[in-house]
């Protein structure tokens, strides 16, 4: 009768080993995921963005590109969203747009996983991205300083409630020590 205990036993064990070993992979999972799901977006914004006037002097600008480097790629069969990307991993990487297009094309590896392959982070890549299209450095500066004026709002509500409640805890010592008070009369 001992043997079927110590198999039930055994068999619990391993099924929450399992269960825990599957639980601890969810996160990396969901992390690539994410990761291909960030990349995804900032391809759809470049898109967006590579459709308006001048995008391409942007981008020599910005990746110090040549025509024969964007018209190598365009070639290549790329737009110019995957441009942006190539030229931003290249960038970010120290490799060339011609070893990034290969992964692209010829190995067919995903964004995240060039991003990845090459130590470098999908954020890093979106956000150099974005920058490219913030051609206006007016609005950039005026986000600043708002975000800093909202800062010195939270800080100030932060600074006034603390005073708040200092001067609620005064006041209820006060009323204590005076129904102690009473309390002494009586």
Known sequence: ??????????LKRVSTL???????????LSNAQDAGHDLSQQEQTAE?????????EALKE????????????RDQGMNNTQITMTAALA??????????????L????????????????????GQSVASMHRKNEDKKE????MKAERKADREARRQEKKEERAERKAEKKEER???KEKKGKA
Do not use: H, N
Request: hydrophobic letters at 35%; charged letters at 35%.
């Open 18 to 28: 399992i269960c825990a070993l599957a639980l601890a992979a969810l996160p990396s």
């Open 106 to 125: 010829e190995q067919k590896m995903g964004w995240g996983k060039i991003a990845k392959e090459l130590g470098v982070a999908p954020r890093e890549i």
């Open 48 to 56: 967006q963005e590579a459709k308006k006037p001048g995008f391409e």
């Open 1 to 10: 009768m001992k043997k079927p205990v110590r198999q039930t036993i055994l």
């Open 91 to 104: 960038e970010k990487s120290g490799k060339t747009t011609d070893e990034i297009a290969k992964m692209r």
């Open 62 to 73: 910005k990746y110090k590109l040549t025509d024969e480097q964007i018209k190598a790629l």
């Open 177 to 179: 020590a005076e129904r």
């Open 142 to 145: 005026a986000r600043e300083q």
